[in-house]
Nanobody, 116 residues
Framework: QVQLVESGGGLVQPGGSLRLSCAAS????????MRWYRQAPGKERELVAS????????TYVDSVKGRFTISRDNAKNSGYLQMNSLKLEDTAVYYC?????????WGKGTLVTVSS
């Protein structure tokens, strides 16, 4: 059974840091590109960052460039999103996504709240 489980969300003050994790199971994680999306209250889901399966090439939405880092550890079937210098507008539910070869799998999300 294909499964993605996010963890690491929580409440953090502006300027703080969080590290999100995505644990994958039920498929060969190393073969699939991985993405982090987020959805803020009242807004559409947006792509935050992506990392390719083999090359490890990364992309970021402009609003998080220089603050967020996406990474993956294929040996651990896990992906990560390191979030630094968090801003109020980063508050959202963050979702992990793995896509490829006809598969498009999502986790249930983890809530990140940035508040003073």
């Amino acid at each position: 059974q294909v499964q993605l489980v996010e963890s690491g969300g929580g409440l953090v003050q502006p300027g703080g840091s969080l590290r999100l994790s995505c644990a994958a199971s039920g498929f060969t994680f190393s073969l699939y590109g991985m993405r982090w999306y987020r959805q803020a209250p009242g807004k559409e889901r947006e792509l935050v960052a992506s990392i390719a399966s083999r090359t490890g090439v990364t992309t970021y939405v402009d609003s998080v460039k220089g603050r967020f880092t996406i990474s993956r550890d294929n040996a651990k079937n896990s992906g990560y999103l390191q979030m630094n210098s968090l801003k109020l507008e980063d508050t959202a539910v963050y979702y992990c996504n793995a896509r490829g070869y006809g598969m498009d799998s999502w986790g249930k999300g983890t809530l990140v709240t940035v508040s003073s």
